[in-house]
């Protein structure tokens, strides 16, 4: 999921009962996007975390969202703030299962939907969680005003509707610091015979 994650940090903004700026609401929709934050630094490091071994599993969202909370402690001395904020990255994973396909424990076996090979399913699922989200925040009042605006939603759904029919449709993947990534569309199975098959050429 890609967009998706701010409607799902917009409809908690909207249950928010603390204090949410523009600030504030940058942030959390920063947060929602913490694990795919976390990979586009492997990737500019060149750092190999194939299918979200370091970013996406159970274990290092749940440090990350750890980590977030922590600073929203810190730099606002609110424990609803902070459990808001881990709770959006805590989000990331089960919304990622229906887009992505990934590790959800190192060792373990991939799981997800794999969206992302169909495009028009994963905008079906998008366009609403976006949607949504926005008039859940709209309808409560919280939040800045610029994000309640229809401008928004529309230009949110706008970028999704280009990523899902332009970037996919043409081939083009997620960042990834791994040299053998997956191209967009073609299945993971296929990903994997080709690397045993490289593993056993080797002398």
């Known amino acids: 999921m890609i967009f998706g994650h701010l409607g799902v940090a917009s409809a908690l903004a909207s249950r928010s009962r603390g204090p949410t700026g523009s600030v504030t609401f940058l942030a959390l929709l920063l947060a929602a996007m ?16 194939p299918y979200g071994l370091y970013s996406h599993t159970l274990y290092i969202v749940a440090l990350e969202a750890g980590v977030v909370g922590g600073i929203a402690l810190l730099v606002t001395g609110s424990r609803a703030m902070a459990v808001m904020f881990s709770l959006v990255v805590l989000l990331h994973a089960p919304a990622d299962y229906f887009t992505g396909y990934k590790l959800t424990l190192p060792g373990g076996d991939l799981h997800g939907l794999d969206l992302y090979r169909k495009p028009w399913l994963d905008l079906m699922l998008e366009l609403p969680t976006i949607a949504v989200g926005w008039w859940l925040l709209r309808r409560s009042g919280r939040g800045p005003a ?9 230009l949110v759904l706008a970028l999704q509707i280009g990523f899902d029919g332009i970037a996919v449709a043409a081939g083009v993947q997620k960042p990834s610091g791994c040299s053998d990534a997956r191209p967009a569309g073609q299945p993971v199975a296929l990903v994997a015979r080709r690397r045993v098959r490289h593993v056993s050429e080797v002398p």
Request: a negative charge; charged letters at 10%.
């Open 146 to 154: 610029w994000a309640r605006s229809p401008y928004s939603v529309i």
């Open 34 to 49: 913490t694990p795919d934050v976390v990979d586009t630094g492997y990737f500019l490091a060149s750092f190999c975390s």
